[in-house]
T-cell receptor, first 113, second 110 residues
């Protein structure tokens, strides 16, 4: 059974460019979460979806960040324009809404120069 | 304001001995607690969890203890193995959302 799939695994881009991170949750899971991990702030929740609907985006740092979930098997996190301080590892996780356990993908390491 | 705190950045234990990782929380509304293990260049992996209505949950070598009055939980690994060397994150749940601690690096020496 495939776990959460994220692409790309690594992304290096220049300041001002648009970055799109992709996630495929575990089949059958109806909740999806985007996290960011940095040395300063640890693992922080950016946004989560239930049944493809954004429920809480209070963790999204600013308007440069946006996330979509057009269907149950795909989500994107977009940063436009990107800045050096966006450099971090971005994780996607999924779960069944009625359960607390979340299952994480391998992450995307983003470097903005 | 950190709602979930792991005050020990690192812990070193001899193989075969017990590893005890600690976690404190401040929000009494948390109703479920989880431990995750993370290896370098991988995502966190769910390890074990406990509901706030229990005080102990055991799964093989891993046991989680919850002390609600002290707002404290701990993860015991016994016996510790070199493959347990990783970063361990404590997480607390409020509804669907998880709040993570900063993590503790565990090194198990052979």
């Amino acid at each position: 059974d495939a776990g959460v799939i994220q692409s790309p695994r690594h992304e290096v881009t220049e300041m001002g460019q648009e970055v799109t991170l992709r996630c495929k949750p575990i089949s059958g899971h109806n909740s999806l979460f985007w996290y960011r991990q940095t040395m300063m702030r640890g693992l922080e929740l950016l946004i989560y979806f239930n049944n493809n609907v954004p429920i809480d985006d209070s963790g999204m740092p600013e308007d440069r960040f946006s996330a979509k979930m057009p269907n149950a098997s795909f989500s994107t996190l977009k940063i436009q324009p990107s800045e050096p301080r966006d450099s971090a590892v971005y994780f996607c996780a999924s779960s069944l809404e009625e359960l607390h356990e979340q299952y994480f993908g391998p992450g995307t390491r983003l470097t903005v120069t | 304001d950190q709602q979930v705190k792991q005050n020990s950045p690192s812990l070193s234990v001899q193989e075969g001995r017990i590893s005890i990782l600690n976690c404190d929380y401040t929000n009494s509304m948390f109703d479920y607690f989880l431990w995750y293990k993370k290896y370098p260049a991988e995502g966190p992996t769910f390890l074990i969890s406990i509901s706030s209505i229990k005080d102990k949950n055991e799964d093989g070598r891993f046991t989680v203890f919850l002390n609600k009055s002290a707002k404290h939980l701990s993860l015991h690994i016994v016996p510790s193995q070199p493959g347990d060397s990783a970063v361990y994150f404590c997480a607390a749940s409020q509804g669907n959302k998880l709040v993570f601690g900063a993590g503790t690096i565990l090194r198990v020496k052979s």
